[in-house]
């Protein structure tokens, strides 16, 4: 069974960085884009960013310049690094990964439990 375990959040003053990673485990042939989402209180999920099997990024606006998607080839495990954080960029993170569980299958989206992100002093 196809499992996506997020890790690295917590609480940070702003200003302050975090690294969160995602890791996907179970049976599956590959993984086409990774994605981190993001979703505050009373608000709808929003895509912070993504990234290719090729190595292609993407990210939200408000983030650019200061959140960093990597992949780690051949370990299933996607990061992102978040430099510069203000308490805007509080939220639950989930990890997203469009998973083909054999060669010749459709992708399907997978997503993690989250992990609480704080940027409070």
């Known amino acids: 069974q196809v499992q996506l375990v997020e890790s690295g959040g917590g609480l940070v003053q702003p200003g302050g960085s975090l690294t969160l990673s995602c890791a996907a485990s179970g049976g599956f042939f590959s993984i086409d884009t990774l994605a981190w989402y993001r979703q505050a209180p009373g608000k709808e999920r929003e895509l912070v960013a993504t990234i290719t099997s090729a190595g292609n990024t993407n990210y939200a606006d408000s983030v650019k310049g200061r959140f960093t998607i990597s992949r780690v080839a051949g370990k299933n495990t996607v990061h992102l690094q978040s430099n510069s954080l203000i308490p805007e960029d509080t939220a639950v993170y989930y990890c997203?990964?469009?998973?083909?569980?054999?060669?010749?299958?459709?992708?399907?989206?997978?997503w993690g439990q989250g992990t609480q992100v704080t940027v409070s002093s």
């Open positions: 997203n990964a469009q998973i083909r569980r054999d060669r010749y299958a459709y992708a399907v989206d997978y």
